[in-house]
């Protein structure tokens, strides 16, 4: 039948084929417009939207976000093929509370920056490994320094120390022109 005041319906369960109001329809598992009828389909415990989805509220996603290859969930972001970058048009600030930027190769730590009464201290954090500075001289790769954490640190310059003093507390030993 038709209505056209209000309608009330409570006996029962409500059964149609296809259910427009006010131009949005709702057919089976899709819910449309009069425009275009595939907006969102809720299927297989699933919702699938066909347009953008604007909220103004919280998001909660207790399983995880997945966004074409990245996935974040609690504490970690994973990315499954390629690199990740950040393009930033301003700063990037890192601020861990815990003090330590632990940088890590497949799960192993490698090195770190840490705060230690505010001293920025530099840790190659396996054994014997150096810590190295390289750059580019004029189109050239250069190792400019090397701290060789094998032999407590001893440092060695590809060229010359430019210094406006000079202090020096053991013993000198010189290879060369004095």
Known sequence: GSSTGNMSYTTGDFLAGKVTVDNVIING?????T???????????GLTVAGTIASTGVVTANAGVVVDNI??????????????KFDIEGDLRLDANGGDLIFQDNGTDIGSFTNSSSDFVITSS???????????DNGSAITALT?????AGAATFNNKII???LDISGNVDIDGTL
């Open 35 to 45: 425009d275009d009828t595939d907006l969102m389909t809720v299927a297989d415990g």
């Open 126 to 136: 396996v054994q014997d490994k150096d810590i190295v500075f390289k750059g580019d």
């Open 163 to 165: 210094a406006t003093e």
């Open 147 to 151: 701290l060789d954490m094998s032999e």
């Open 29 to 33: 598992t899709t819910i449309g417009h």
């Open 71 to 84: 996935t974040i969930d609690g504490t970690e972001f994973d990315v499954s093929t390629g690199d990740f």
